[in-house]
């Protein structure tokens, strides 16, 4: 797979440009990285981007220029995508939560697909389209109980989880598709067992488990025709193995292919994760009988992933011309006010002073978009490369 292509004195040139801190995004690796996903599939695959992973306009922008969809879990994210040029057909809506006001706009709006994930919210689009005399398109979204070996806060598909439905509500939604059947259309099933796999194990138990419930309802007339099976495919912060594209498409293909449906999927971190570098500058430098301390400009308001998650993500000292000084361990830090503001812990790190540069690496999903102004620091800008 071809990895990120950022240059140290090409960030060193946008650092003097521009005032740290900034993300930066390599657009020209992010369509790569899209066309290699595309290519992992011999037939048609419908990609729809799971934007909550990067928001940026001009990214949204460049993804509509390739035809693919989004995956949207708000109505605020569904709104940001049109204004980047979308239509409403090219919208999944998912969510746990969504409101009535959501649900009026997205039906009103006769967007793409609702991923509906309880049987009262089957009731509240059915009441919502029959007022509004339209007729919605869902998919239900199954939770298939299987433990997809990630972090327990990115992990959704296991039985303890709120996302997705239980096969046993399956009466119950039968029930209300019959009660609703002039305003609601079955169009297939959805899957998303969670975030930052590295193996496609528990994908295919999902989707096996999955099957028979497209084929039952196929079998008793529903128009079911599409099977979603969700984003999750991990990227390798920390120098684990590279997740094979080529044998995820060829594994969704091979299970799907006796339904002969149309497969969906919501990718959000494999397209952009590992496009994105956050930049901030070392404010000071602070060393204890215990801990080297790298303060800088930037932390968990802006990238919240190290302290939420644990995650580890690769940092390095943005230098032109290798330093003859011994590296030294720091614990990389940022401004704000908790002791869970950290980027990185215990890091052998070139000697680093202050106004330094660092960049942290992998951090175009989930970066920006979980930014905050808490402390009421200010965002950190975002840059796009375009060559
Ligand atoms: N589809 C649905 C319904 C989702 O909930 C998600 C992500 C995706 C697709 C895209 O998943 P991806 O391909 O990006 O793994 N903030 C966490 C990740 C949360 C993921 C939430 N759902 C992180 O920084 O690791």
Request: proline residues 4%; charged residues 25%.
């Amino acid at each position: 797979m071809s990895g990120p292509q950022f240059l140290h004195s090409q960030l060193e040139k946008l650092a003097r440009k521009y005032d740290t801190p900034f993300y930066v995004y390599d657009l020209e690796g992010i369509n790569q990285r899209l066309k290699k996903f595309r290519a992992s599939f011999h037939g048609d695959v419908e990609v729809h981007y799971a934007m909550k992973a990067n928001a940026n306009k001009d990214i949204l922008k460049n993804f509509k220029k390739h035809k693919i969809g989004v995956d949207v879990v708000s109505w605020g994210e569904a709104k940001v995508a049109i204004d980047a040029g979308f239509h409403h057909r090219d919208i999944i809506f998912s969510g746990v939560g969504k409101s009535i006001e959501e649900i009026t706009k997205a039906v009103k709006h006769q967007i793409k697909q609702i991923n509906v994930e309880s049987p009262q919210e089957l009731i509240r689009i059915g009441e919502v389209a029959k007022k509004l005399k339209k007729k919605a398109q869902v998919a239900f979204r199954m939770n298939p109980n299987v433990s997809p070996q990630t972090h327990p806060y990115i992990t959704t598909g296991f039985r303890e989880n709120k996302f997705g439905m239980d096969a046993s509500f399956l009466p119950e939604l039968r029930g209300i598709l019959t009660k609703y059947k002039k305003n609601i259309e079955l169009k297939g099933v959805t899957l998303h067992i969670g975030s930052q796999l590295l193996t496609l194990d528990s994908l295919r138990e999902a989707i096996l488990k999955t099957i028979p419930i497209y084929l039952d309802f196929k079998n008793s007339g529903y128009p079911v025709e599409t099977f979603d099976v969700g984003g999750g495919l991990g990227i390798p912060y920390d120098g684990q193995t590279q997740i094979d594209l080529a044998a995820y498409g060829a594994m969704v293909e091979e299970l799907l292919k006796p339904l002969e449906c149309r497969i969906l999927c919501e990718p959000g971190r494999i397209l952009v994760g590992e496009f994105g570098v956050l930049v901030a500058e070392v404010q000071y430098i602070k060393k204890t009988p215990f801990k080297n301390f790298a303060i800088v400009n930037t932390g968990m308001n802006h990238l919240i992933r190290p302290a939420l998650y644990s995650a580890v993500h690769r940092i390095e000292k943005i230098e032109t011309r290798a330093s003859a000084e011994a590296s030294e361990l720091y614990d990389v830090v940022g401004p704000v006010c908790e002791s869970s503001d950290f980027l990185g812990k215990d890091r052998y790190l070139p000697k680093l002073h202050q106004g330094d540069l660092l960049a942290i690496l992998d951090s175009g999903a989930y970066g920006f978009s979980m930014a905050s102004n808490y402390n009421h620091h200010d965002l950190p800008k975002e840059i796009i490369l375009k060559k």
